[in-house]
């Protein structure tokens, strides 16, 4: 039982390169989700999806863009990476995102931009 | 005011007492509240979840919700250093319609020693 998956563990970007994370989700979940973990701090939302083509921002948005073709793959891009996109970003899905549907989160991408 | 409080320790209880976590939220509309763990490196792992006033057991675990004082808490009994992790409050605010985000407190480092 997959759950949610994160690709790649670990990733080491220049200033100014570009990359995509990847999130895929084998649960049939509608919603899914883009945490970034900074140290020290709580999860703070990037983007979340309600289902297939549907995008919508979260708490800190800016430096990313992301995509949903299908109800599996939510993946994340980083255009330009500066430093202060060195982070722990979590991918998580959920059944639906109201009343005491949990989060399920995938194990991570840990990314330095240097 | 942060959305979701917790002191960030770390706590520290000896091996078989009873750990006590505590989380406090600002938002009164608040309707359902999640306990995750997360171990070092690793991604959160959902504990409980508590939606209604009053306490949910699950095993050595006890939810606690108070909404009239905005106030949610996890007990740990018999605690055991495998038990030694952050623990985070979540807190899914906003109308019961739509979606509702998810906040995160920034966790509290339990560290259970033998």
């Known amino acids: 039982n997959a759950g949610v998956t994160q690709t790649p563990k670990f990733r080491i970007l220049k200033i100014g390169q570009s990359m995509t994370l990847q999130c895929t989700q084998d649960m049939n979940h509608n919603y899914m989700y883009w945490y970034r973990q900074d140290p020290g701090m709580g999860l703070k939302l990037i983007y979340y999806?309600?289902?297939?083509?549907?995008?919508d921002k979260g708490e800190v948005p800016n430096g990313y863009n992301v995509s949903r073709s299908t109800t599996e793959d939510f993946p994340l891009r980083l255009e330009l990476a500066a430093p202060s996109q060195t982070s722990v970003y979590f991918c998580?899905?959920?059944?639906?995102?109201?009343?005491?549907?949990?989060?399920?989160f995938g194990d991570g991408t840990r990314l330095s931009i240097l | 005011q942060k959305e979701v409080e917790q002191n960030s320790g770390p706590l520290s209880v000896p091996e078989g007492a009873i750990a006590s976590l505590n989380c406090t939220y600002s938002?009164?509309?608040?309707?359902?509240f999640f306990w995750y763990r997360q171990y070092s490196g690793k991604s959160p792992e959902l504990i409980m979840f508590?939606?209604?006033?009053g306490d949910k057991e699950d095993g050595r675990f006890t939810a606690q919700l108070n909404k009239a004082s905005q106030y949610v808490s996890l007990l740990i009994r018999d605690s055991q250093p495998s038990d030694s992790a952050t623990y985070l409050c979540?807190?899914?605010?906003?109308?019961?319609?739509?979606?509702?985000?998810?906040?995160f407190g920034t966790g509290t480092r339990l560290l259970v020693s033998p």
């Open positions: 999806s309600v289902g297939a083509g549907i995008t």
């Open positions: 938002d009164r509309g608040s309707q359902s």
């Open positions: 998580a899905s959920s059944r639906e995102g109201r009343g005491n549907q949990p989060q399920h």
């Open positions: 979540a807190v899914r605010t906003g109308l019961n319609t739509g979606f509702q985000k998810l906040v």
């Open positions: 508590i939606y209604s006033n």
